[in-house]
């Protein structure tokens, strides 16, 4: 036994980790990348500065506790009186804790809010912060060196963008329905509240989570859901709140909540909550005092009002700043904030060509620019319509010159594969920070108007929705973690490099193998760009079911509603007209140059052009292709580069420790087949709506299927599917107790990839046998809901639609497969078709 555990603990091998670390693991560096080096680790450690239980404890622990499992050794607290000139000491404080103490520190000017000054100069460390966040976050800076045996003598001071840099939770109080407690959450349920109606009681995960936060510099969180409950305000939960908001604070998070704008009659007695009202003032007056006489470091409130059914002033003929400025008038007097949503729309009429969901935030929000008041900041989705796979930067960035603004990014996949798909965001978010709106002709990107350089505001940021769970994950997969680590990064330098954070983050999370860091950033650099193939390309938006769950494909669902998500999808001709000249006129929202730019085909790139102009399936693209045919590529491109993930990561066998490693295999292999189910139906969508068949010749011709209802079938029945492109041929079978499908093989002798695309919906866990003749291939179980933590459908669609492959199966022609099903629950054993894939081919 001793052997290999020296070794793994060699290679920075740590067994049966569950991720509850994130990247803050302090695993044991092996003694190559420690050699000559750890003499210089200082053993002890001076305060200065600190307040009890405040920040700078907090990163004296974690120092100790980093080294200690970095390198096995123990630093010891220096005595207060020689700290100033002690050697082979780590000094940490307060720039103004220092110069009383010591001397004047000349960097310390160069300090804003939070900012810190780190220097590594042998055995000697200092660390000061701007105050004690600040000194908090460069203990955390300092760790991350070490951890990736970074050795180097440093000195330099390091300010954040903007001071606005949040998460946001969707977690509900009460549990609704069978998709938990948070809204778009996807790794449990609320780690904050029981599901009834209150705060829980068991609040361990909440340091945890600080601890995560506090590390990439986030320093405030709104716990509760934009579609928010009153409830949270009543007594026994503000309690509780104030709990929350003492288990963050050592991490200098600040707690903040959203409001229900109908509270003052919801939870009050009130018979209205007209935001002009005096009672209404008094009552959120009363209610922020009280908020504040609990929790003195409240950091504010965020607002969702007059969408989507939430209430608002609107309902009172009031205007969206009269309502802003309600809540910033209670907060103000304590050095609150208020975060004012400009997600504001109203169901628009699909029959109206010129009727645009994009040109709702300038509509709503344009003419009330230096309305709000000073600790109002609008905070604005990235993109004008909703988190979509790719979008323009939201045209409200320029509008507002007299409006603190943040932007709303989201680090929960809502639109972008929930978890279950690896998708690495920054480089999608880079596309909206590099945005340059061209205000007043001059450069002004979409990152400098959000931190207030550009007009001059002195509030901003960002807000990151995150919605982690209860799982061990965090956020269900261990992998998607590197946004929540690149969001601290971004929202504390957004010009920083999508690669060089997902290097520190992979050493930090999986050690420093120099595969795993190859197999990791090459994977993740690819994940966004094919996911933007597979599910939408050409700005059409990602082609989900918005009507349901936002997760797999079902691009019909996009038009003929009121919501807006529309892609104009007809026989002929695709994309929204958005220009000026024939169409919604929202390209017309940007300056002059932008605008000017996407009025025409001509000079729109190609990866928008249909999200600002209505053209032929034949539109001959800037790449040469049409419309149509780069469909059919992209889409085959993308589900093509995923099919490689899973043999990358299955290579790293050995170097990432068991329990992760399986987790990820489980669900790389799970993208990769639901990729294909992504692929074939959008591509089948839009070759069935169009008529104009792929040149390539790959669409709906799959030489290498068979489908399950052409099989013999025994017990199975075959069903329609709905939308009928989720499934090959628009059918599958089902069994409402057990059936066997079968069919005589007539593939030439050979080994091949076995691939059975089925169905696997919540409350059921059904069971398959696969045999070839006589022989088991393989059994598996309809139990996505308890592996991927995920199962998105009740029914048969593009949410539910899987795969499995069974590989290098010895068959010969003239071999009997036969499936047999057994049903489960509402889960039917359903069936779609078997593929029997030659060696490297994908059908
Ligand atoms: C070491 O860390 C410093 C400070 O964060 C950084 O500037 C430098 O690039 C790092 N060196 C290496 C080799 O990563
Ligand atoms: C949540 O549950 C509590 C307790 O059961 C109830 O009082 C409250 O009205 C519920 N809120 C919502 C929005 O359903
Ligand atoms: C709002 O104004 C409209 C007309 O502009 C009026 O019909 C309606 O009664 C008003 N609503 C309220 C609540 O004042
Ligand atoms: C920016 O705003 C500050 C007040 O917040 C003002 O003193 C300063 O002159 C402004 N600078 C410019 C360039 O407008
Ligand atoms: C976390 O989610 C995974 C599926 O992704 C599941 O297997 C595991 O049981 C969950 N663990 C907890 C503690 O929720
Ligand atoms: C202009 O708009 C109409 C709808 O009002 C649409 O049918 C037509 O295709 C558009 N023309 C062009 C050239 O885009
Ligand atoms: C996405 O599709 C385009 C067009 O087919 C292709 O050039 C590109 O390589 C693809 N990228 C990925 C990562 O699949
Ligand atoms: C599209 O699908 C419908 C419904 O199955 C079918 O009637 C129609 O013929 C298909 N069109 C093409 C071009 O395949
Ligand atoms: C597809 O389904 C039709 C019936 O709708 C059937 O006639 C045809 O044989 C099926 N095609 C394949 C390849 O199984
Ligand atoms: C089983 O399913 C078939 C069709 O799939 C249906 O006709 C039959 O009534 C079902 N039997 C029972 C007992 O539910």
Redesign the pocket.
């Given at each position: 036994m001793k052997p290999i555990l020296l070794l793994s603990v060699l290679f920075g091998l740590v067994s049966g980790e569950t991720g509850i670390d994130g990247w803050l693991r302090y695993a044991p560096l092996s003694s190559s990348h420690v050699k000559g080096h750890v003499g210089n680790i200082p053993s002890t450690i001076a305060v200065l500065g600190s307040t009890k239980g405040g920040p700078l404890d907090t990163a004296v622990s974690e120092i100790r506790k980093g080294i200690h499992g970095i390198f096995g050794r123990t630093v010891k607290i220096a005595s207060k009186k020689n700290a100033c000139h002690a050697s082979n000491t780590i000094i940490i404080g307060t720039v103004e804790a220092f110069e009383a103490a010591c001397s004047d520190f000349p960097s310390g000017n160069q300090l804003k809010e939070d900012g810190f000054w780190l220097s590594t100069s042998h055995n000697s460390v200092k660390i000061l912060g701007q105050n004690e966040r600040g000194a908090l976050y460069g203990a955390f800076e300092y760790l991350s060196m070490l951890g990736q045996a970074n050795f180097s003598n440093v000195a330099y001071a390091t300010n954040p963008s903007a001071p606005i840099r949040w998460a946001n939770q969707w977690d509900n109080l009460n549990a609704s329905g069978t998709h938990g407690s948070i809204e778009r959450g996807y790794g449990g349920s609320s780690i904050f509240f029981d599901g009834v109606g209150h705060i829980k009681d068991d609040l361990s995960r909440v340091p945890l989570y600080g601890r995560l936060l506090a590390s990439v510099r986030i320093n405030g969180i709104v716990i509760s859901n934009v579609n928010a409950d009153a409830t949270l305000l009543n007594k026994d939960n503000l309690e509780g709140l104030s709990e929350i908001a003492d288990l963050f604070r050592p991490w200098g998070v600040r707690v903040g909540i959203s409001l229900n704008f109908a509270s003052p009659q919801l939870l009050g007695d009130l018979d209205t909550f007209?935001p002009l009202d005096e009672s209404v003032v008094t009552w959120w007056t009363d209610k922020t005092d009280e908020i504040y006489s609990q929790i003195p470091d409240f950091v504010g409130y965020l607002v969702k009002a007059n969408s989507e059914g939430q209430p608002g002033p609107i309902?009172?003929?009031r205007t969206l700043a009269d309502g802003a400025n309600l809540f910033a008038k209670a907060v103000e007097p304590h050095g609150g904030i208020v975060m004012f949503r400009a997600f504001v729309y109203d169901k628009l009429d699909w029959n109206d060509w010129h009727a645009d969901r994009a040109n709702a935030a300038v509509e709503f929000f344009g003419d009330l620019d230096g309305e709000f008041d000073d600790n109002v900041v609008v905070q604005i989705k990235y993109g004008p319509i909703d988190f979509q796979v790719r979008e323009p930067a939201s045209p409200l960035f320029a509008n507002l010159r007299k409006t603190s603004m943040a932007i709303e990014l989201q680090i929960t996949q809502e639109y972008l594969g929930q978890q279950c798909h690896l998708v690495y965001l920054p480089p999608l978010w880079r596309t909206i920070f590099d945005f340059d709106m061209r205000v007043d002709g001059k450069e002004s990107k979409a990152q400098d108007i959000i931190t207030g350089n550009v007009f001059n505001r002195t509030l901003g940021g960002y807000a990151g929705v995150v919605n982690v769970g209860t799982n061990q994950t965090w956020l269900g997969s261990h992998l998607s973690l590197s946004n929540l680590y690149a969001f601290g990064r971004l929202a504390w330098n957004p010009a920083e490099d999508s690669v060089s954070i997902l290097e520190d983050w992979t050493r930090l999370t999986f050690g420093l193998d120099d595969g795993v860091l190859e197999t990791i950033t090459s994977m993740s650099m690819a994940s966004w760009p094919a996911y933007e193939n597979y599910s939408g390309n050409l700005g059409i938006q990602t082609l989900t079911d918005i009507l349901y769950t936002h997760y797999g494909p079902n691009p019909a669902s996009q038009d003929n509603n009121g919501w807006g998500q529309w892609t104009r999808a007809n026989g002929q001709s695709i994309g929204m007209d958005r220009t000026v000249s024939n169409g919604t006129g929202n390209a017309g929202q940007y300056p002059n140059e932008v605008a000017a730019a996407y009025e025409l085909p001509e000079t729109t790139p190609d990866n928008l052009m249909l999200w600002f102009h209505h053209v032929p399936y034949t539109f001959k693209l800037h790449s040469g292709k049409t419309v149509i045919q780069s469909f059919y590529d992209a889409h085959h491109k993308g589900a093509e580069t995923v099919q490689d993930f899973q043999f990358a990561w299955a290579a790293l066998k050995g170097k990432v420790d068991k329990e992760r490693f399986e987790h990820e295999l489980y669900r790389l292999r799970y993208q990769a087949g639901h990729s294909i189910v992504w692929r074939d139906a959008i591509n089948e969508f839009y070759r069935n709506l169009s008529g104009i068949p792929d040149e390539a010749g790959r669409v709906r011709h799959h030489p290498y299927r068979i489908e399950a209802e052409s099989m013999k079938l025994d017990g199975y029945s075959i069903i329609a599917v709905e939308p009928a492109e989720t499934a090959s041929n628009y059918t599958a079978i089902v069994t409402n107790s057990t059936g066997t499908a079968s069919t005589k093989l007539k593939f030439k002798d050979g080994r091949y990839d076995v691939a059975v695309n089925y169905y696997d919906v919540i409350g059921g866990r059904s069971s398959w046998e696969l045999y070839i003749n006589t022989r088991k291939i393989g059994t598996w179980k309809g139990d996505m809901e308890d592996k991927l933590g995920h199962a998105p459908s009740d029914f048969l669609d593009g949410h539910s639609a899987t795969r499995i492959t069974f590989r290098d199966v010895k068959i010969s022609k003239g071999d009997t497969l036969l499936i047999k099903g057994k049903a489960d629950g509402i889960e039917q054993a359903p069936l779609d078709y078997v593929a029997i894939l030659p060696e490297g081919v994908i059908d």
């Open positions: 007209d309902t009172y003929n």
